[in-house]
C-alpha cells in the first residue's frame, strides 16, 4: 500500500521544516554551514527512511484483512 509511503515522506517534511529552522539559528548555537547542510539534508533522508522501513514491515506482519 502506500501508507508507508505516505508516513515517510509526511515525516521527512516536518524533519526538513525542523532542521531548516534549526539552521535559523545556526550562529547561536555556533554550527557551521557545512553542518547545517548534512543536517538539512541527512535528517529527513534518515528519518523518511527509517519510517518507511518501520511501517513497511508492520504492514508485511498485518493480516491479509487488514491491510487497506
Request: hydrophobic share 55%; charged share 10%.
Amino acid at each position: 500500500g502506500s501508507a508507508p509511503r505516505r508516513l515517510a515522506l509526511g515525516l521527512a517534511v516536518v524533519t526538513l521544516f525542523l532542521a531548516l529552522s534549526l539552521a535559523g539559528f545556526g550562529a547561536e548555537l555556533h554550527l557551521s554551514v557545512p553542518v547545517l547542510w548534512a543536517i538539512t539534508v541527512l535528517a529527513p533522508v534518515a528519518v523518511g527512511w527509517v519510517a518507511h522501513r518501520l511501517a513497511s514491515s508492520r504492514v508485511e506482519q498485518m493480516p491479509a484483512q487488514e491491510r487497506q
